[in-house]
């Protein structure tokens, strides 16, 4: 597809349960990175991969929340033993440039909305 | 570390007014500057962004900003609003010598009204 896509769309869940949720970046773009929406906030920075690995992972607010990027493509935000406080919409948005380069515009998914009852 | 402060949470206006959107920042290194717009169950798309030279920079839809280093803001206008427009407005900053990570205010609520 021409954009981010971030699937599922919608996830309600269980107090406890383990969740994993899909980003797919625009093809070609090397850098990813998650952020977390609480209602009525602003987005919050989680992680940030170049390529395969995690680049920047100081966001994750502890260790139940982790994710991966094995082909430098896909990533999939993995929490485990998921609490009520988790309930949020999870943003994925690629880049195409390096990091540091000034020109770099990230381009976000739809999110996923996570509800966890 | 940076922060965003996006002063209100609502703007009420009526169609074809002026509004501007206000957006204050604090940080201890350069920043490059952004504003997002979010329409209802979409994603997060970029209106306009300051990385040097001008300080007036122009965006999509008629909007545009004015940086201003001394008063540390970077405020959102648009001389006439349609209906469209009513979205979520954020604004958001990124250190221009680490890596691209966006530290994003809380965001306003523009309510156009006919």
């Known amino acids: 597809g021409a954009g981010v896509s971030q699937t599922p769309s919608n996830k309600v869940t269980e107090k406890g349960k383990y969740v994993e949720l899909r980003c797919d970046p625009i093809?070609?773009?090397?850098?990813l990175y998650w952020y977390r929406q609480s209602l009525g906030q602003g987005p919050e920075f989680l992680i940030y991969?170049?390529?395969?690995?995690?680049?920047?992972d100081s966001g994750l607010p502890n260790d139940r929340f982790f994710a991966v990027r094995p082909e430098g493509s896909v990533s999939t935000l993995k929490i485990q033993r998921t609490e009520r406080g988790d309930s949020a919409v999870y943003l994925c948005?690629?880049?195409?440039?390096?990091?540091?380069?000034?020109?770099?515009?990230?381009?976000f998914g739809q999110g996923t909305r996570l509800t966890v009852v | 570390a940076q922060s965003v402060t996006q002063l209100d949470s609502q703007v009420p206006v009526f169609e074809e007014a002026p509004v501007e959107l206000r957006c204050n920042y604090s940080?201890?290194?350069?920043?490059?500057l952004f504003w997002y717009v979010q329409y209802p169950n979409q994603g997060l798309q970029l209106l306009l962004k300051?990385?040097?030279?001008?300080?007036l920079v122009k965006g999509i839809n008629g909007f545009e900003a004015e940086f201003n280093k001394s008063q540390t803001s970077f405020h959102l206008r648009k001389p006439s609003v349609h209906i469209s427009d009513t979205a979520e407005y954020f604004c958001?900053?990124?250190?221009?010598?680490?890596?691209?990570?966006?530290?994003f205010g809380g965001g306003t609520r523009l309510m156009v009204k006919p």
């Open positions: 948005a690629s880049s195409l440039m390096a990091a540091t380069s000034p020109n770099t515009e990230a381009f």
């Open positions: 958001a900053v990124r250190l221009n010598n680490a890596g691209n990570m966006l530290t």
């Open positions: 940080s201890s290194v350069s920043v490059y």
């Open positions: 300051y990385l040097s030279g001008s300080t």
């Open positions: 093809s070609g773009h090397t850098a």
């Open positions: 991969f170049q390529g395969t690995g995690a680049a920047d």
